[in-house]
């Protein structure tokens, strides 16, 4: 698709009525979106026909008209998609890009496709059926995510690993329901995306440039037309609202930030030292001077794009909050944020989705990691409060004492003779070593939403029956 800027300095052929000469070429170059909003160009199209189609539908326009305009308005979509369609600078955005090919078509029929409509509205029509596809797809590759997560958890519903906390290990947790951990946050965003389309499913056509029309159009009609539920309620609101694509950049940037903790751990998880993960061949670049190394790009990368993601939702939010009402140009800017966001987002979740679906679990050397770091400390206190009836907090000490005799001893608690256990406390019998082992600690978890495998077993096929 070329783009064209000759420098003829003619007046607007869309607005140029009372302007005697054109624009100046810095002016141009501000104040022209083409350069980016020909992504809404199916969008455009599509909003056109539904309007000249209502216009007729009126008896505002002659359906003659209405068959030269529907029909023209075609052949320019078939021009773009095929890359035959020359854009212009100077006819600045997409709206006046398509009009002008229009009227070259069709002739002075194109002109009546404008009655009772402004680019104002006709901008928060195309954004906004974009945005909605947009989102549309993100669910669909949030469910795809999802249903990666809930096959590994599947997998490795039995699967010891260390849980933690600052870090530190903390208590043995199973994969499995580590996994689905990040189930919940994916199954959140994609509910977030769902209420956002039920917020922007109201149709803008009609609103005009900002005060609404004289002329008796159906709005219901338009809104039926391009599968929006209703037409919004106030026009002044309409035109000046980009909420919409507001929304879609908070649930970007707050999934981008999940996808973001996914990729820490990714990255944390596949060093040699943790060695939980291997990455597949597929998702990882070797080192062009250290052979031994694997190195996780994608997961960096996906870390990364939330820092693009986060910088367009505050661009956007900036660009708006000193907005006048109605329609200011500065909204004009909203665009390449979105854009961008959307690319960075969509490559994201299928960066890890193919990740999750790929990587391979270390499942020993994650119950070893699981056993060390006395990870089963609380399983015992446990045990002293239920079998030996100590307060929770003289159990805590207690604990404490023994982890800190392991310690000096270099061994685990599990590994300490039950004289020493017994000196530390008497009521301490042989059956403690039942609770000191990892399988043990995380079969005992099963309180609702806990790590035990019969636990994460339920979550699992409530996720699967939800969708
Ligand atoms: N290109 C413009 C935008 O993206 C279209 C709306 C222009 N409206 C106007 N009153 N100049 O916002």
Redesign the pocket.
Known sequence: MAESNTDTKSSNQM?GGRFASGPDAIMEEINA?IGF?KKLFAQDIRGSIAHATMLAHQGIISSDDKDKIVHGLNTILSEIESGNFEFSRQL????MNVEARLATLIGPAAGRLHTAR???D??ALD?RLWVKEELQKTEQMLTGLIAAFLDRAEEHAESVMPGFTHLQTAQPVTFGHHCMAYVEMFGRDRSRVRHAIEHLDESPIGAA?LAGTGYPIDRHMTAKALGFREPTRNSIDTVSDRDFAIEFLSIAAITGMHLSRLAEEIVIWSTPQFGFVRLSDAFSTGSSIMPQKKNPDAAELVRAKTGRINGSLVALLTIMKGLPLA?S?D??E??EQVFDAAESLELAIAAMTGMVRDLTVNTARMKAAAGSGYSTATDLADWLVREAGLPFRDAHHVTGRAVALAESKGCDLAELPLSDLQAIHSAITDKVYDVLTVEASVASRKSFGGTAPSEVRKQIAFWRARN
Not at 92 to 95: G, L, V
């Open positions: 607005w979106s909003d600045e955005d997409i709206h402004s680019r104002n006709q901008v954004f440039a329609y140009k909204m004009q909203d665009k």
